[in-house]
């Protein structure tokens, strides 16, 4: 069974500072997704990733894929609290069922 | 474009009765999915289907049916509700290396 662990669990901080989201797995994936998701609603898609060590920008947000394809991180510069909500990787396998991580809930105080 | 519409968005049902979850999209997509979110454990695959008149069982189908008519239309069913059930429902729909959620139906078994 294919597993991605999301780390940290909570995160807290303060406006302009910055976070960096770890997914990882012992698993190769053919491409990893970032969704956001708020309360209420369903995840929305940030980003995805393809090719061992890709970085993509979306405005502050860096996301890069390991070099392995079995990791990867989500950095937010200067976090603001429109940022807040629960972050969410996923692996698609060569079945192209996706295997989502734990989520990140992400708090971002005025 | 409404995208993945899900319907109800609520519902209680006691212990034993049966009820469908209805998920509908327009971007002529061939890929759906069912998917249940619990606190801490991110979104589990129930079942998903790659076109119309073929499904296939993901991570955590016991309880759940499906069935693909058409392409645009692909409810979920849960043949006698137990109160393991109460969850987040999401239903997506995927194109080339994208998926969309709908707003989701929060299930509450008693």
């Known amino acids: ?110 | 474009n409404a995208g993945v519409t899900q319907t109800p968005k609520f519902q209680v049902l006691k212990t034993g009765q049966s009820m469908t979850l209805q998920c509908a999209q327009d971007m002529n997509h061939e890929y759906m999915s069912w998917y249940r979110q619990d606190p801490g454990m991110g979104l589990r695959l129930i079942h998903y289907s790659v076109g119309a008149g073929i499904t296939d069982q993901g991570e955590v189908p016991n309880g759940y049916n499906v069935s693909r008519s058409t392409t645009e239309d692909f409810p979920l069913r849960l043949l006698s509700a137990a109160p393991s059930q109460t969850s987040v429902y999401f239903c997506a729909s995927s194109g080339y290396n994208e998926q969309y959620f709908g707003p989701g139906t929060r299930l509450t078994v008693t």
């Open chain 1, 1 to 110: 069974t294919q597993l991605l662990e999301q780390s940290p669990q909570f995160l807290s901080i303060q406006e302009g500072e910055n976070l960096t989201v770890y997914c990882n797995s012992s698993s190769v994936f053919s491409s990893l997704q970032w969704y956001r998701q708020e309360p209420g609603e369903g995840p929305v898609l940030l980003v995805t990733v393809v090719t061992g060590g890709e970085v993509k920008k979306l405005k502050r947000l860096t996301f890069q894929f390991g070099d392995a394809r079995k990791d990867s991180s989500l950095h937010i510069t200067a976090a603001q609290p429109g940022d807040t909500g629960l972050y969410l990787c996923a692996g698609a396998s060569n079945t192209d069922k996706l295997i989502f991580g734990t989520g990140t809930r992400l708090q971002v105080f005025p």
